[in-house]
């Protein structure tokens, strides 16, 4: 059923072979609420489901009436709406509806909105929360699968959502934002999901100077040479051992005054990881496609930012490279300069992440921002401290962090502060070189880490970084809206919102 279209509506009116959506609420009693059915009919068979306990209203229950002939439609889906009405709850409800329909194999269905118990006041945050979780459920990556001549020509599934409000300005403004986000964590969702063959770094260069026309942003890409020029000794580094070029993205753009400061996005763009030298095991290596999600939910969210006309300047930054165990590449032992000057001794060509966005990191402090942010799957150590659940950041900066747990919160995306200090910085340092890419102590991966990528960062600029090695792909045992073992499009929707404490 991929391909849906949504639009919102005042009236609906019923077509053949349509589906009536409509939400169940249980009160004490045990009477049904929050269902608008005029059929006695209808009215009664749902009294006789919850008497029975069929249907309980817990939330993301759903069940499906073929053939029913109700109020002129010919399909039923009573979904239940639970007693937590928070936005994130609309969200992992679309998607329980999504599935629904999948299995109706309906192509017009119509959602009885104001039937949903939502005041006014959460009316337009909970649409947009809805809208989106019913277009993320809707994304599969099958691109590259032979399809059947029915699947090619099969309509796309229109949904309604039918509310009295539907002309309201704020109401319109939140769908119409929906469209936009869901559109660009698919883009990000895609970018990821596509094999290392067919997403190289100058496959990947080219997909976001082909996706930003028309949206105001400037886009500039350097190559090998390019790189080797600007003395950026970690992309550079990292890039030797494979035959594919490394590519320095760098995107902008102006929603305010050219007078004001930019916000900086960084993202980590390696498309594919093998270790190097010090390669990985065999298992799961085929997962190492996922290693540059953090850049392709960086160019998402950026996208995003534009096409939302959010009133900020921004500036994307995506190194992007291939870690292959090649006759040019880095050894362990070997010794680069980043773009600051700083050296650092490689003592495992598996810690690539972080030497490739040193250089991204400077760069991006010489554009004085008034904040950088860095996403990057960058440690194993994360997934352990927090699994697949929360999206680990750090910071120094108190501000910042305030601004964070707000935009997450606003998005609905969980994230996990935790503590990074000057024991972790001490950890780094090198013995033939100012740095070690590797620690010297023991645990803390993640923390020393962002340690490491700290030291390319200008003090006064305030910073976060993201570890999204758990969160990046693989997380549909947790949010229903995301492919099961494809890649997630994490933290584009936070970055959105971030950007727009900043206009």
Not at 150 to 165: G, N, P, V
Not at 325 to 337: E, L, M, N, S
């Amino acid at each position: 059923m991929k391909n849906s279209t949504l639009q919102l509506v005042k009236t609906h009116q019923p077509t053949k072979g349509s589906t009536l959506v409509v939400f169940a609420q249980i009160q004490k009693a045990g009477k049904l609420s929050s269902v608008k059915i005029s059929s006695p009919t209808a009215q009664k068979l749902l009294q006789d489901t919850i008497d029975d306990k069929t249907i309980t209203g817990k939330a993301q229950e759903t069940l499906v009436f073929r053939a029913l002939s109700v109020d002129g439609y010919s399909h039923l889906i009573v979904l239940g709406l639970g007693s937590d009405k928070k936005h994130e709850t609309f969200r992992q409800l679309a998607s329980a509806l999504h599935n629904a329909v999948k299995s109706l194999k309906t192509s017009d269905v119509n959602v009885q909105w104001d039937g949903a118990g939502i005041g006014k006041k959460d009316l337009a945050l909970c649409t947009q929360a809805f809208t989106e979780g019913f277009l993320l459920s809707d994304y599969s990556f099958d691109e590259l699968k032979t399809k059947k001549k029915d699947d090619e020509e099969k309509a796309a599934t229109k949904i309604s959502l039918q509310t009295k409000f539907a002309a309201e300005a704020s109401l319109k403004k939140a769908f119409s934002d929906a469209l936009i986000l869901s559109e660009c964590v698919n883009y990000s969702r895609r970018l990821g999901d596509m094999p290392g063959n067919l997403m190289t770094p100058t496959i990947l260069a080219d997909s976001i100077v082909e996706a930003i026309k028309g949206t105001g942003i400037k886009a500039e890409v350097w190559d090998r040479a390019r790189i080797k020029k600007e003395k950026m000794g970690g992309l550079y580094g990292v890039s030797q051992g494979s035959h594919q070029e490394p590519r320095f993205i760098i995107l902008r753009y102006h929603g305010a005054p050219k007078t004001k400061k930019p916000i900086v996005f960084v993202g980590k763009g390696l498309t594919f990881d093998s270790g190097g030298i010090s390669i990985k095991p065999g298992g799961g290596m085929e997962e190492m496609k996922y290693d540059m999600c953090g850049g392709a939910n960086v160019l998402g969210g950026f996208l995003a930012i534009a096409k939302l006309k959010l009133k900020v300047n921004a500036i994307a930054l995506v190194p992007a490279s291939e870690n292959m165990p090649g006759g040019g590449a880095t050894k362990p032992g070997d010794i680069h300069t980043a773009r600051n000057g700083k050296t650092f001794e490689v003592n495992n060509t598996d810690a690539e992440g972080r030497l490739i966005l040193s250089d991204a990191l400077c760069f991006g402090s010489e554009q004085a921002p008034q904040m950088m942010v860095d996403a990057a799957t960058l440690t194993g150590a994360m997934v352990v401290a927090l699994g697949n659940t929360h999206t680990g950041f750090f910071t120094k900066n108190e501000a910042l962090n305030k601004k964070i747990q707000t935009a997450a919160d606003k998005s609905g995306e969980c994230v996990w502060r935790l503590p990074l200090c000057d024991h972790h910085t001490k950890d780094m340092k090198g013995t033939f070189a100012d740095l070690s890419n590797m620690s010297s102590g023991k645990g803390a991966g993640s923390a020393t880490a962002a340690a490491f990528l700290e030291q390319f960062v200008e003090e006064s600029i305030p910073w976060a970084h993201f570890d999204i090695a758990g969160t990046g792909w693989s997380v549909g045992n947790r949010l229903p809206y995301c492919s099961k073992k494809g890649a997630s499009g994490v933290l584009v929707r936070t970055f959105v919102e971030l950007a727009k404490l900043f206009q």
